[in-house]
């Protein structure tokens, strides 16, 4: 049985376009990029051609672009990077449902005492509340850091005001932009950031690849020490194969941003067949078009998930299971609301998948209001 995948927020299958643009990196093509050889000129040249190609997909220059192996690192290395490199100001000020690799590590370093943390909330639909922001960001502030789509929502968020209202305070801006790469345009300045983290298998390029953007001009420590590679940000040798996927996976997502119409279409169609007993998430929101946050009415969200996928149907949603039931995420906490089931597609998902699940999830809530009456 194939599966019917709707968990392309947690990670996606890589493109065969991309699969047929790494393949001669491993076989053939196998110098090190540092190397003077023809094979090492041979992946320099493969290296910067995806950086043109990445920097392309996020609307800055190539030379802005270092490539990294993961959101998670790429959002580490700005905060951290930039705390070792500017230590006048110490304040940092965040969202309240940001990605664990920010929140996490904000809290930590608060807790160490190394920083300031302010941390602003979100309304019931993930909306940032831009009043608590203005309050938040003063002249104190090293960073502001928000992401331009909430993963679990799909919610996207005004970063340009937010970074007008940091600029206004001398403040730097980071933007990750994990879950937004591939599903709607960026800009690195309509945006107004100075950094901006993507990864590589949130939009159909392998597992173990991302990027950063650094605004030129500004300059960030290193986490790790040796060879300066990547303007001296991250040494160790390129990891070339990996590279060239996300520059191929960046060329396909720019060609295929229309073909995201036909996914909102599909993702409506999945949303209205819920009706009675159901909540939509972030609806009163801009949202990326891929992305459903369902609340079903009388049916624990893992009870629902492990329905779905018995029937091939792969989806995700909620916290670990306390108790039988299943605790909301710390987004759904931070927007005050139950534990949701996320749906998320891609550019792959048919109107057949998307037919079977409505039959699935109505089929499965029907014989759960059953055993409860
Ligand atoms: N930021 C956001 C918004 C994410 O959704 C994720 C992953 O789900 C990350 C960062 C971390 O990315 P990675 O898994 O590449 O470390």
Redesign the pocket.
Known sequence: MTPIYLDN?ATTRVATEVQAAMAPYYGEHYGNPHSIHALGRRSHEAVEGARAEVAGLLGCHAAEVIFTS???EG?ALVIRGLLDASPARRRIVTAAVE?P?VLSLLRALESRREIELAVVPVSGDGEIDLDAMVEAVDERTLLVSV?LAQ?ETGVIHPVSAISGIARGAGALVHV?A??AAGKIPIDLAALGADFLTV?G?KFHAPKGV?ALTIRHGLSLSPLWYGGGQELGLRSGTEPVPSIVGLGSAAVLAVNRLASLDCVRELRDRLESSFGFGSAVNGTSQPRLPNTSSVAFDGIDVTTLILELDAQGICVSGGAACTSGRTEPTATMKAMSRPAAVRFSLSRYTTAGEIDQTIKAVAAIRGRNDRAAS
């Open positions: 927020n993961c959101g998670t959002n990605h690799s992401m993963n990750d994990v879950q990864s298998h991302g």
